[in-house]
């Protein structure tokens, strides 16, 4: 009788194991969704320009460029910069910038995100990403001002605010490293950071005079004008279907597969990049929402004490980010994520929830403004990878696969700056991004993502770790 209850119980267990198994290997076969382009319907979409015409015949190119935000836009403008002979064009399935580009809170941040307020390496390549990234906040500005097209950038630096007192002296070791290295940081007690920000939520903050805010779609729209001046061609709601890799590369484009022949393709495409066939195992697009107030009052303004308008974010995982428009709107975002089984590009979340969790936050940071309300919350799409390390370089048999993706959340300059690399490296130009460990080329992608279902049942473990960490400080 025990060895025949032992044997039930065994053969129940491998009955398990190979049902587990066996649906393991439909889900890997079964793969990713499909790519959805949802409807920009951010505060920032108001400025939409009307889109250009779509791809309508076949064509040859030196370079298709697949993505039409601002690293798609940056890469063809930089491209056309280094060399007018060159045939360029960028291929958008929508509008331009109706992904990332045009969906973030609108903070413009040095730094890719392993160095934010970190020396993930050595000192020295800690100096030069800051360096690198903050001069291409100038560049950003140099495009604004050509196009003349007012981006409300403004450079006047940022917050990084600190919420838990455990971590003060941490930041202020940091701080003086940082200042060592040349970094002008500055260290904030609660008292300063009160004055500054108006607010007495947080514990501590950290000053950098590098970084400011800008409107996502008003850039798009300079880079847009940028790009046209120079000669390149911007063919608008023209989806790369099918890509045909060789020394020359086809794509299938648009509802009636119209032929692109490429001598060189790049992949802008950040979220959306697995769906093409590309790097299905290192970036995965995770779901993050924005809102933003109806102008406050000068009442509320006065109640706030925002004197110093300065763009800050906080030390939680799933950080808030703030910025005080001149219209006198605040953008809110951050405070939860998502990822969808299968890579679902389609926002499938409760955006009442989203309101709350954001109102919330906001009226515990400034209490005087209970009552305001949002005019807009959107959700948009990052590109995450297990590192956390944005990637750019180029691949494929022949070395005419270029791509900048994977910003992991902090893309806006980063973005910019990585078309920027791409058409220094095509053009054999010196950009100093390709000298530091952050260059694809020779490294790779060395993390792996897994495939479902073990990449769903991980990113919602370790998306419950970081909530239940910052729970703990909530006040």
């Keep these: 009788m ?11 267990i491998l009955s398990f194991i190979v049902t587990f198994i066996t649906a393991s290997l439909v889900f890997w076969l079964i793969g990713e969704k499909k790519a959805v382009f949802e409807k920009n319907d951010s505060f920032w979409a108001k400025e939409m320009k009307p889109a250009n015409a779509a791809l309508n015949k076949n064509i040859e190119a030196d370079v298709a460029i697949i993505g039409g935000g601002y690293t798609g836009l940056s890469a063809a403008y930089h491209l056309m910069k280094y060399n007018h002979a060159l045939k360029v064009v960028v291929l958008e399935a929508k509008q331009v910038g109706s992904g990332a580009s045009g969906r973030h809170g609108g903070m ?130 023209s989806k790369v279907n099918d890509i045909s890799e060789g020394k020359i590369i086809v794509l299938k484009v648009g509802d009636e597969n119209h032929e692109v022949k490429a001598k060189n393709i790049v992949l802008a495409t950040n979220a959306f990049t697995s769906k093409l066939g590309y790097f299905k195992y290192s970036v995965m697009p995770v779901h993050a ?9 000068e009442e509320q303004l006065e109640s706030i004490a925002w004197e110093s308008r300065l763009p800050f974010y906080d030390s939680k995982n799933y950080l808030f980010h ?75 048999k022949h070395n005419n696969i270029y791509y900048g993706l994977a910003y992991n959340g902090q893309g806006v300059n980063m973005s910019f700056m990585f078309g920027e690399v791409i058409a220094s490296v095509y053009s054999g130009k010196t950009h100093g991004w390709k000298d530091t460990l952050y260059y694809s080329y020779s490294s790779g992608f060395q993390e792996f993502i897994p495939p479902e279902p073990y990449r769903w049942i991980g990113a919602k473990t370790l998306m419950e770790y970081y909530k239940r960490q910052d729970n703990k400080l909530n006040k």
């Design 289 to 297: 929402q924005t809102a933003v107030t109806e102008p406050l009052t």
């Design 322 to 396: 703030l910025v005080l428009r001149d219209d006198n709107r605040i953008v809110i975002g951050g405070g939860d994520a998502d990822y969808y089984f299968r890579g679902d590009l389609q926002y499938r979340g409760d955006i009442q929830k989203i309101y709350e969790l954001t109102m919330s936050e906001l009226i515990k940071i400034y209490p005087s403004l209970k009552g305001i309300k949002f005019e807009y919350v959107w959700d948009g799409l990052l590109g995450m990878t297990s590192d956390e390390i944005p990637k750019v370089g180029v691949t494929g």
């Design 108 to 237: 413009v941040l040095p730094q890719p995100p392993t160095e934010s307020f970190e020396i993930a390496y050595e000192d020295n390549i800690h100096k030069k990403t800051y360096e690198l990234t903050s001069r291409n906040m100038k560049a950003m500005k140099k495009v604004c001002e050509e196009s003349g097209i007012e981006c409300d950038l403004k450079l006047d630096g940022f917050v990084h605010t600190i919420i838990d007192e455990e971590d003060i002296p941490y930041y202020k070791e940091y701080v003086e490293e940082a200042n060592d290295l040349g970094i002008p940081l500055e260290f904030w007690n609660a008292e300063k950071t009160e004055e500054m920000l108006g607010t007495e939520y947080y514990a501590a903050s950290v000053y950098d005079p590098n970084g400011g805010s800008v409107h996502a779609i008003k850039f798009i729209n300079a880079l847009k004008i940028m790009v046209e001046k120079t000669g390149a061609v911007i063919y608008e709601n």
């Design 2 to 12: 025990i060895l025949i209850k032992k044997m039930k119980l065994i053969t129940v």
